[in-house]
T-cell receptor, first 116, second 112 residues
Framework: GENVEQHPSTLSVQEGDSAVIKCTYSDSASNYFPWYKQELGKRPQLIIDIRSNVGEKKDQRIAVTLNKTAKHFSLHITETQPEDSAVYFCAASDRNSGGSNYKLTFGKGTLLTVNP | ETGVTQTPRHLVMGMTNKKSLKCEQHLGHNAMYWYKQSAKKPLELMFVYNFKEQTENNSVPSRFSPECPNSSHLFLHLHTLQPEDSALYLC???????????FGPGTRLTVT
């Protein structure tokens, strides 16, 4: 099955700096890579995703890059703000063997702290 | 409340108790998922239901018993749990052939 490794486990930056979180995956068949943000005591929420047919996607201050050959993808947050502080999870998805839905395998998460 | 809801939000139970967690999605999705989130561990997929049929059981102990009566409701029946089962249990749903999963707020379970 799929195995997703995520680094670093904790990341502390100053407000305004950039933050980068990296993930690697093992299954070359994986074709969808979402990033979820989970604030303390709240549910995980999708912030950005990328599919295997593109190498980069950007949404305002957030970008994700994908290197299929190396099987790694990264989350980039620019101009960080205190409200970006949360746990960020990467995931990789392949088709659920039992049907037409997709199974997500998550990384262990990165606790990002943005210091004012 | 819209989206995915879960009840109860907090649950404390003894090892001999029987309890159930409930999840309901108001998004018209056809797939529902149970995840376990423990401290310092990744989100662990437990079960997947697709159109009420279980399509994935990720080697979950039998003391966890899921039930999906229809595409909008998902239950997790708990019995004879262990303290190490204490965790946040998250429900999620997705649309057929869609990658994106929407999570509920979770049930914080403590087994004493």
């Amino acid at each position: 099955g799929e195995n997703v490794e995520q680094h670093p486990s904790t990341l502390s930056v100053q407000e305004g700096d950039s933050a980068v979180i990296k993930c690697t995956y093992s299954d070359s068949a994986s074709n969808y890579f979402p990033w979820y943000k989970q604030e303390l005591g709240k549910r995980p929420q999708l912030i950005i995703d990328i599919r295997s047919n593109v190498g980069e996607k950007k949404d305002q201050r957030i970008a994700v890059t994908l290197n299929k050959t190396a099987k790694h993808f990264s989350l980039h947050i620019t101009e960080t703000q205190p409200e970006d502080s949360a746990v960020y999870f990467c995931a990789a998805s392949d088709r659920n063997s039992g049907g037409s839905n997709y199974k997500l395998t998550f990384g262990k998460g990165t606790l990002l702290t943005v210091n004012p | 409340e819209t989206g995915v809801t879960q009840t109860p939000r907090h649950l404390v139970m003894g090892m001999t108790n029987k309890k159930s967690l409930k999840c309901e999605q108001h998004l018209g999705h056809n797939a529902m998922y149970w995840y376990k989130q423990s401290a310092k561990k990744p989100l662990e997929l437990m079960f997947v239901y697709n159109f009420k049929e279980q399509t994935e059981n990720n080697s979950v102990p039998s003391r966890f018993s899921p039930e999906c009566p229809n595409s909008s409701h998902l239950f997790l029946h708990l019995h004879t749990l262990q303290p190490e089962d204490s965790a946040l249990y998250l429900c999620a749903s997705s649309q057929e052939r869609s990658y994106e999963q929407y999570f509920g707020p979770g049930t914080r379970l403590t087994v004493t």
